[in-house]
């Protein structure tokens, strides 16, 4: 199974921070990589796909790069409603998918 | 509005037996694939199982494979899981995820709207 690991699994910042996150894949993954956010008691919500594709409706303050093994979300300009848990998901070895661990993101 | 809507979940002791439902609306469900992803209290994501749009193609989670068993009514919207021999490590928020298509209809393979999750706990 391809493994995602996420850096870092926690991490405290402000508002209008600049933030990156990032996800390494156990092997080559090329572009098939999506990007989620969920906050506590809810269902994730897609942020990203296709490695750097941005979901309709969703600020253009957050992007992703990357391919291959390594990828990265940025958000640029942290709001308040940013802060919650952030997930990256594989769909290269569809449909055998599988996430990273998370990373959470807290206000400092 | 997409929607998904599970219910099913609740106590169930170790070795048990639960079905999960998931009630889609506003798009149409018989063209689209659908998965089961789990996430334990406090714990990541864990995707459980797939079934294709016809109900003809289905994998599962090596955690899951021979006890759980994903299928689709696609004349009633719903999508289910039923879940035997149930174990401690199977407690989680379950949540039916809908797998995105292109403008051609075609799949890509990411999840583009999640319902609510039901929580299903195994516990004696």
């Known amino acids: 199974a391809i493994r995602m690991t996420q850096s870092p699994s926690s991490f405290s910042a402000s508002t209008g921070d600049r933030v990156t996150i990032t996800c390494r894949a156990s092997?080559?993954?090329?572009?098939?990589l999506a990007w989620y956010q969920q906050k506590p008691g809810k269902a994730p919500k897609l942020l990203i796909y296709?490695?750097?594709t941005l979901q309709s409706g969703v600020p253009s303050r957050f992007s992703g790069s990357g391919s291959g093994t390594d990828f990265t979300l940025t958000i640029s300009c942290l709001q308040s409603e940013d802060f919650a848990t952030y997930y990256c998901q594989q769909y290269y070895s569809y449909p055998r998918y599988t996430f990273g661990q998370g990373t959470k993101l807290e206000i400092k | 509005e997409v929607q998904l809507v599970e219910s099913g979940g609740g106590l169930v002791q170790p070795g048990g037996s639960l079905r999960l439902s998931c009630a889609a609306s506003?798009?149409?469900?018989?063209?689209?694939?659908m998965n089961w992803v789990r996430q334990a209290p406090g714990k990541g994501l864990e995707w459980v199982s797939y079934i294709s749009s016809s109900g003809s193609t289905i994998y599962y989670a090596d955690s899951v494979k021979g006890r759980f068993t994903i299928s689709r009514d696609n004349a009633k919207n719903s999508l289910y899981l039923q879940m035997n021999s149930l174990r401690a490590e199977d407690t989680a928020v379950y949540y039916c995820?809908?797998?995105?298509?292109?403008?051609?209809?075609?799949?890509?393979?990411?999840?583009?709207?999640w319902g609510q999750g039901t929580l299903v706990t195994v516990s004696s």
């Open positions: 296709a490695a750097s």
């Open positions: 995820a809908r797998e995105a298509h292109d403008s051609s209809g075609y799949p890509e393979y990411y999840f583009d709207y």
């Open positions: 506003g798009f149409t469900f018989s063209s689209y694939e």
């Open positions: 092997q080559g993954i090329s572009s098939y």
